[in-house]
């Protein structure tokens, strides 16, 4: 358990669709990071927050959108669903801290886009 | 742009012998960390490595971070059963960003 949950686990979506993502992070951590896993790949940084900013964006368009709340749970969303977008999407949460986080990933959400 | 390449990609080794997986990096990196995910589960941090050099070990997991924190190898001796999965290193390269490798997917031979 790493004190990362994450809702819904499954999901199927039509493309087109409007999808939101939840992820409750761990106690204290302050810092929350979603990741999307292509099936038999690496997962892929999509954004961060620190603190309820963005601090940091991968290489995915602007329909890929998050939040996070004052008490650190976070969202992501995605706009105009595409069949590319199916995947694995990941919650990370940290405590930022010198020389590096151990980031605790929750156990994810399967999107399907049919 | 910033990248981190594992080989290999598939490793198939009967139970009891070793594996090793390794990790490069185009550029030098912050400091690197190693995951582990279970086939249909999500990664699993194992240790994170600092110091230009530096040597970790977890019982029969080995972890090193080349001198020049461009590269990292896994080295698990004497593998068994519950060691299958697929192995990630992911670096940070003075950013927020954590990059992960390619992976590399273990499978174990009884």
């Known amino acids: 358990e790493t004190g990362v949950t994450q809702s819904p686990t499954h999901l199927i979506k039509t493309r087109g669709q409007q999808v939101t993502l939840r992820c409750s992070s761990q106690s204290g951590h302050n810092t929350v990071s979603w990741y999307q896993q292509a099936l038999g790949q690496g997962p892929q940084f999509i954004f961060q927050?620190?603190?309820?900013?963005?601090?940091g964006r991968g290489n995915f368009p602007p329909r890929f959108s998050g939040l996070q709340f004052p008490n650190y749970s976070s969202e992501l969303n995605v706009n105009a669903l595409e069949l590319d977008d199916s995947a694995l999407y990941l919650c990370?949460?940290?405590?930022?801290?010198?020389?590096?986080?151990?980031?605790?990933f929750g156990e994810g959400s399967w999107l399907t886009v049919v | 742009g910033q990248q981190v390449m594992q080989i290999p990609q598939y490793q198939h080794v009967q139970e009891g012998e070793d594996f090793t997986t390794y990790c490069n990096s185009s550029t030098t990196l912050s400091n690197i960390q190693w995951y582990k995910q279970r086939p249909g589960g999500h990664p699993v941090f194992l240790i994170q490595l600092v110091k230009s050099g530096e040597v970790k070990k977890q019982k029969r997991l080995t972890f090193q971070f080349g001198e020049a924190k461009k590269n990292s190898s896994l080295h698990i001796t004497a593998t068994q059963t519950t060691d299958v999965g697929t192995y990630f290193c992911a670096g940070f390269f003075g950013n927020e960003k954590l990059t992960f490798g390619t992976g590399t997917r273990l499978t174990i031979i009884p």
């Open positions: 990370a949460s940290s405590l930022r801290q010198a020389g590096g986080n151990t980031i605790y």
């Open positions: 927050y620190y603190r309820e900013e963005e601090n």
